[in-house]
């Protein structure tokens, strides 16, 4: 359930009327409705009380310090891949006891700014990244807390590019070998073993994969605990899906019983980082009609493209398209594309909605996650506004990006100055 409704044939969030702000705001621009993400965030954290747990939002679904502060009021955290995102994080106010640092590429300085800031773990991925952190956090005089990232080897059943547990995705150290790099870790000097983590891919519509890994993870610190090492954090990572078009994911409550249920026994805090189930359904791109064509097909051009919103050409996934007004009108087959000089730059093809014309809004649903925090400025297109709704108010959390802001940075050298 979400906060974008019709009220007399007009697309409202919240209590506010879209065509308003996109007359105050222009257009495109994305759009998140605060009850939703207050909702979703509250739902998800709540199917996990009774057991110790961090919620760590994952900032690079949607990163803007608004949606970040949000959550850190809520009670929760971040799980972050890189330095700019613990900027982010710190900036918003994330308690750096609540941050968790993941990725398989973590730069001397980023973990220098990690450790410096004294976030609750880093998850790490590689032995060379051990051997990093040990080495920055003796130059700081600091003991590194880490997680190791086990790659348990489970099928997630998602779309291959985001699949990230299989034995032949580049993430994480084989749970085959990680009792070994336990133990050579149990050893450095300014490293403390925290936890064990494990992310298997995201838009995951099942639960088994889940309990699978778990189980195999449940084994490992088993395993672990024969050898003397005890861990106080388990990190699960994220992934639960959402419906976009017919998916049927299980609800948070349900996702989060299996877990509890596996769980079992177990004494330690849960470290969750779910990103598209909460703030994917809290957001739109909402985009203009700029002309229409017909010919072997019919074209509905709109003034967001690929760089906008990257996942319809970038997976072929599937985003609702609604009229913001007039939402009954008579339906016709078309497709729906981008200014940007691809073939590629579509955000739906071949399909069936509502007859639009130039001038005409459109809602494109479910983008509030891997929507912005993947724009980017291809065929030098400022990146576009966003915008937090709170019942009957609205608030610019991101300002559109002006021509100026294209070229910061750029500079023509001397030789070329004549
Ligand atoms: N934790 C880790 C270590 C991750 O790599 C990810 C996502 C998450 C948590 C959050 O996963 P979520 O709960 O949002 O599924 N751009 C793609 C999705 C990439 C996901 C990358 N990792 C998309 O638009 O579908």
Known sequence: MHDFQYKNETLFCEDVAIPKMAEAVGTPFYLYSTATLTRHFAAFDRAFAGIPHITCFAAKSCANIAILRLFASLGGGA????????????TAGVDPQKIVYSGVGKTADEIREALSAGILMLNVESEQELAMIQTVAADLGVKA???FRVNPDVDPKTHAYISTGLAKNKFGIPITEALRVYLAASKLSNITIKGVSCHIGSQLTQVAPFVESLAKVKRFIGQLSEQGISITHLDLGGGLGIRYNAEEPPEPAEYARAIKQELAGLACTLILEPGRVIVGNAGALITKVLYTKEGLKKFI?????????ARPSLYDAFHLIQAVERPNREQAVADVVGPICETGDFLARER??????ADDLLAVMSAGAYGFSMSSNYNSRPRVAEVLVHGDAFHVIRTRETYETLIQGESIP???VS
């Open 145 to 147: 807390p880490v997680s």
């Open 301 to 309: 051009i709109v003034d967001a493209g690929m760089n906008d919103l």
């Open 414 to 416: 001397e030789f070329l």
């Open 79 to 90: 799980d972050i891949v890189s330095g700019g995102e613990l900027f982010r994080a710190r």
């Open 352 to 357: 069936a909605m509502p007859k639009v014309e």
